[in-house]
Nanobody, 126 residues
Framework: QVRLVESGGGLVQAGDSLRLSCAAS????????MGWFRQAPGKEREFVAS????????NYADSVRRRFLVSRDYTKNMLYLQMNSLKPEDTAVYYC???????????????????WGQGTQVTVSS
């Protein structure tokens, strides 16, 4: 049974940093493309970042590029999202997602991901 469990969210001030974690279990982590998405109140879920199975390719939404960094630890089956210089508009529930279809590169399309975590709330105050 596949499980993705996010953690690390919280309430911070603008300009602060947070690191989100996603623990993956149930399938071979090293064969998954992983992604981070977020959903703010009243808005649709949007792409944040993704990383290939090898870790060699990463993609970012324009709104977070150069502020966020996605990474993975194969020894711990963990996915991370380091978020720096946080802004109030980053406030959302953040979800990690996994794609085990064998895609050669990470996608920014939510429909490409088969498994999702329950989400972790990030709130950035101004």
């Amino acid at each position: 049974q596949v499980r993705l469990v996010e953690s690390g969210g919280g309430l911070v001030q603008a300009g602060d940093s947070l690191r989100l974690s996603c623990a993956a279990s149930g399938r071979t982590f090293s064969r998954s493309v992983m992604g981070w998405f977020r959903q703010a109140p009243g808005k649709e879920r949007e792409f944040v970042a993704s990383i290939s199975w090898s870790g060699g390719t990463t993609n970012y939404a324009d709104s977070v590029r150069r502020r966020f960094l996605v990474s993975r630890d194969y020894t711990k089956n963990m996915l991370y999202l380091q978020m720096n210089s946080l802004k109030p508009e980053d406030t959302a529930v953040y979800y990690c997602a996994a794609d085990w279809s064998g895609a050669p590169r990470p996608s920014d399309f939510a429909g490409a991901y088969d498994y999702w975590g329950q989400g972790t709330q990030v709130t950035v105050s101004s």
